[in-house]
């Protein structure tokens, strides 16, 4: 049921390149060499970062993963082939590369060369192997008009909370590019009545969180998500540790011992990413921010608020990491030397944003960036804010949303995860509700993480005008269709995550006119 449910979808993504993706990890060796040694792409492929003219494509080398693959040799030659037919009869680019264990046998090749705004197809062959053939696709050049532009947005995909089928979903909408902002992988367990548990402690080490990855990536579905199409992403907090800011974690340690548990987690995560070698990281500093222009229609701007940011105020006694807080009753929130992005990434995207010219600016962030005030059970206590988001950091939202009207920023949309419900909200200049409207803003559910009581959300959204929609019942992904004059939002909501085959329906839309900032119910 599962297979044939998985194949329906696949040949309403792609029908020509169906089959060949399918039978993927039955592929024969190929050549005359017999294979000398276990079919090494488990981790399937994937391409990322697309620009006009060239492509990351990434594998693993992983015959046994989960168990680090001693046997491996230290370098083992990885042959790559790019071509733009599905047959992979016309090659256009290939190399060999050497996958080395100091990686992890991972291999991220930048393919070049590559014309604007086509389908590629490729593959990799190593140890007498071959692996499936991924699809990809490249950006339109920067001055060519694009009428249409569609992504798929994921985030927060606990592997023991549920199955992938949101992925089915999101890649039977033929995105034109998929945007993870965060939590790809969550570093402990937690939550109830797991459904795929894994078994693991927390991760601590880059073994452990090479481990993590590589189980995550054994699923299919999030496997043909990335062999179908682009993506870009960031990362949010459990891809090192819960709550973390900066070189400061929850649990209170020395700051060296942080940083290297930060090295190795941003390690296995870039060793498990489609991401260009620029952003390979060096010890515990990884640079991911980065911006891409699509074509005349929009600019995509990658945020890191993780690395650069500084630690939550007013933690309770003895630990860092969030909590929620009476805003009146904690100073330091309104520290204006505080900072979420970092004072050079915030210098970089008030830059960016002075060079924009395309009609559409997409932030891709973490976590709500509107106001949210969480009111008090009791009557007639002050409601708190969480210090963990954006309010945890009121000036440096300011100054960011200062930047979008100083800039002049035409049509920002905030794209947000973390929270494992559904915002749509505006984002307004002052904290006076009847302030303009700067931007509009859209936090996707979670793929498969749990979420707390629908009631909760109602009490939210009751005590914050300026939140449309707040609904934590389902699970799934956010998909964005872009033209010159509007932006259609669409809510992805799964029946049951439990469920490996379980079908999706749109659980609200809402628009942007272009010009008039502020979502409005579609
Ligand atoms: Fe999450």
């Known amino acids: 049921m599962r297979t044939s449910a998985r194949r329906r979808l696949l040949l309403a ?65 990885v042959r ?3 071509a733009d037919d599905e047959a992979m009869h016309r090659i256009v680019a290939n190399g060999t590369i050497d996958a080395v264990a100091g990686s992890a046998h991972s291999v991220h090749v930048e393919a070049i060369g590559l014309k604007p705004n086509r389908w590629y197809w490729y593959r990799f062959s190593a140890q007498g192997h071959r692996s499936r053939t991924g699809r990809t696709r490249t950006l339109p050049d920067t001055d060519s008009v694009v009428s249409r532009l569609r992504l798929g947005v994921a985030s927060c995909q606990n592997h023991e909370h549920g199955f992938y089928a949101a992925y089915r979903h999101l890649l039977a909408d033929q995105p034109d590019l998929v945007v993870h902002l965060g939590d790809y992988i969550y570093e402990g367990t937690w939550g109830q009545n797991l459904v795929r548990p894994l078994h693991l402690g927390e991760a601590q080490t880059l073994g452990e969180y090479r481990t993590r990855h590589a189980l995550y990536k054994r699923d299919p579905d999030l496997q043909d998500a990335h062999a179908l199409f682009p993506w870009v992403m960031v990362w949010d907090d459990h891809e090192v540790s819960n709550d973390y800011a900066g070189a400061s974690a929850e649990r209170i340690v020395p700051r060296d011992a942080f940083l290297k548990r930060r090295a190795d987690a941003y390690q296995a995560y870039f060793e498990h990413m489609p991401m260009p070698r620029r952003m390979m990281p060096s010890g515990p500093d990884m640079r991911i921010h980065t911006s891409m222009r699509i074509g005349s229609l929009a600019t995509l701007y990658l945020l890191d608020h993780r690395q650069y940011r500084n630690p939550q105020a007013c933690p309770l006694p003895g630990r860092g990491g969030a909590t929620t807080v009476v805003a009146t009753q904690c100073q330091e929130l309104q520290d204006p030397a505080r900072s979420v992005l970092g004072w050079d990434q915030e210098r970089w995207l008030d830059e960016a944003f002075a060079h924009s010219s395309t009609p559409w600016n997409l932030l891709a962030q973490q976590t709500l960036m509107a106001p949210l005030a969480v009111p008090s059970r009791e009557e007639n206590s002050a409601s708190r804010v969480r210090t963990d988001g954006w309010d945890g950091y009121p000036p440096a939202r300011r100054r960011l949303l200062d930047s979008m009207t100083g800039r002049r920023l035409r049509n920002p949309i905030v794209m947000g995860g973390d929270l494992h419900a559904f915002y749509v909200a505006d984002l307004r200049a002052g904290e006076d509700p009847a302030s303009e409207i700067v931007a509009s803003e859209f936090v996707g559910t979670s793929i498969t993480s749990q979420a707390a009581q629908q009631a909760y959300y109602d009490r939210l959204k009751a005590a914050n005008a300026h939140i449309h929609h707040a609904n934590g019942t389902q699970r799934g992904y956010l998909r964005l269709t872009l033209t010159t004059n509007r932006v259609e939002a669409d809510l992805m909501g799964l029946d049951d995550v439990r469920l490996a085959d379980s079908k999706i329906s749109r659980q609200a839309g809402f628009v942007v006119e272009a010009g008039r900032p502020g979502p409005v119910p579609a």
């Open 80 to 82: 790559w082939e790019i």
């Open 13 to 77: 993504a792609s029908s020509a390149a169906a089959g060949g993706l399918i039978a993927g990890c039955a592929t024969p060796p190929f050549g005359s060499a017999r294979p000398a040694a276990a079919y090494p792409f488990t981790l399937g492929v994937a391409s990322g970062y697309p620009t006009a003219d060239s492509v990351v494509l990434w594998t693993r080398l992983a015959p046994d993963p989960g168990s680090g693959d001693p046997e491996l040799a230290a370098a083992v030659p």
